[in-house]
T-cell receptor, first 112, second 113 residues
Framework: ETGVTQSPTHLIKTRGQQVTLRCSSQ?????VSWYQQALGQGPQFIFQ???????GRGNFPPRFSGLQFPNYSSELNVNALELDDSALYLC???????????FGQGTRLTVV | QQQVKQSPQSLIVQKGGISIINCAYE??????FPWYQQFPGKGPALLIA?????SEKKEGRFTISFNKSAKQFSLHIMDSQPGDSATYFC????????????FGKGTLLTVNP
């Protein structure tokens, strides 16, 4: 088991709503990356946070936003939810962006 | 545009057999190629990784073979065990790091006892 914890484990939301997912990084890790894993697909990079600053973004619209806190935990916020946002959202933490990233167990988001 | 293509989609192997999963990439700037193992209900876990300065890397029963000219790399699992049954993802990134990993679509491996 990694030291990365995500909450909640499962979540059901209605189209158009907003959602906040949380990630507690492993002790000593200052970098957090978020990935979206659709059913039957590999994870897709959403963005990375390094020392509370966004440090790169994948091909996701601005309604996907994030935060990193002074304790290096992180939030992923998604506004105006769409059905296609249904996926497993994974958080990965690392000591910096160039070292091994450890993934949490993910949050399963279902948009109905 | 799928930058990392993985095959097969699923694989069934008998216990003790060799499991082989292949990946091909398009972006020649990629210089870090990890393989991840994912069990149901869990996040991916790094299994083994290779950089293009070597053609093969072995860790226990797991071996990565890398062909830079063909832009292909593969995972070999020797003496496959039922506990190896999982989904395997190849990935690639630039800058020799775990930053902004591009994943394949995954291979569901089933090892029959």
């Amino acid at each position: 088991e990694t030291g990365v914890t995500q909450s909640p484990t499962h979540l059901i939301k209605t189209r158009g709503q907003q959602v906040t997912l949380r990630c507690s990084s492993q002790s000593g890790h200052n970098t957090v990356s978020w990935y979206q894993q659709a059913l039957g697909q590999g994870p897709q990079f959403i963005f990375q946070y390094y020392r509370e600053e966004e440090n790169g973004r994948g091909n996701f619209p601005p309604r996907f936003s994030g935060l990193q806190f002074p304790n290096y935990s992180s939030e992923l916020n998604v506004n105006a939810l769409e059905l296609d946002d249904s996926a497993l959202y994974l958080c990965a933490s690392s000591t910096n962006r160039n070292t091994e990233a450890f993934f949490g167990q993910g949050t399963r988001l279902t948009v109905v | 545009q799928q930058q990392v293509k993985q095959s097969p989609q699923s694989l069934i192997v008998q216990k003790g057999g060799i499991s082989i999963i292949n990946c091909a990439y398009e972006n020649t700037a990629f210089d870090y190629f990890p393989w991840y193992q994912q069990f149901p209900g869990k996040g991916p876990a790094l299994l083994i990784a290779i950089r293009p300065d070597v053609s093969e890397k072995k860790e226990g029963r797991f071996t990565i073979s890398f062909n830079k000219s063909a832009k292909q790399f593969s995972l070999h699992i020797m003496d496959s065990q039922p506990g190896d049954s999982a989904t395997y993802f190849c990935a690639a990134s630039k800058g020799g790091s775990n930053y902004k990993l591009t994943f394949g679509k995954g291979t569901l491996l089933t090892v029959n006892p």
